[in-house]
């Protein structure tokens, strides 16, 4: 997922995230890093060359970004009930694991990065539904989601 800008609002993602979605399968998507970019401005007006800080995507702006094209496409793959999990700095001691919609994963703070977020698929076991639902940002939000969803089907 890149960082979206006024000029430029890709969603090319969302053919690959639609695919995983039909054939019931997660799809982790992995956010956009920002380093050693150029201040283009600066290089335009004085011709020296400085970099912008790092930027790391949030987490919650990957999932507003996907709610933001669900709204142009409207094919359903990124609605805001969808159920994600959002990774933060996994393998770290302040590692942290979260599950939710991706409307409620649109505005929670996942902290410092490393983010990655994964798009449940529908064909998601029941193994898989206790892990991800003992991560979940509210249980009972959790739970609505995952009965009108469908998961846990083999179809999608």
Request: some cysteine; glycine content about 10%.
């Amino acid at each position: 997922m890149v960082f979206f800008l006024e000029s430029w609002r890709p969603d090319s993602f969302y053919d690959r995230l639609a695919a995983n979605a039909a054939a019931g399968a997660h799809a982790l998507v992995l956010l956009d890093i920002k380093v050693k970019e150029p201040d283009l401005d600066l290089l335009a007006r004085e011709g020296r060359l400085r970099y912008e800080p790092p930027r790391f995507m949030a987490a919650s702006l990957c999932a507003a970004q996907m709610l933001e094209t669900e709204g142009r496409r409207g094919e359903g793959v990124c609605a805001g009930e969808r159920l994600a999990v959002a990774v933060a700095r996994m393998g770290a001691d302040d590692q942290l694991i979260k599950c939710g919609t991706l409307a409620e994963l649109s505005e929670y703070d996942m902290g410092p990065p490393l983010h990655s977020v994964i798009l449940v698929g529908r064909r998601c076991n029941e193994v898989e539904r206790e892990m991800i639902r003992g991560h979940a940002i509210d249980v009972e939000t959790f739970d609505k989601a995952w009965a009108a969803g469908g998961y846990g089907k083999h179809g999608s």
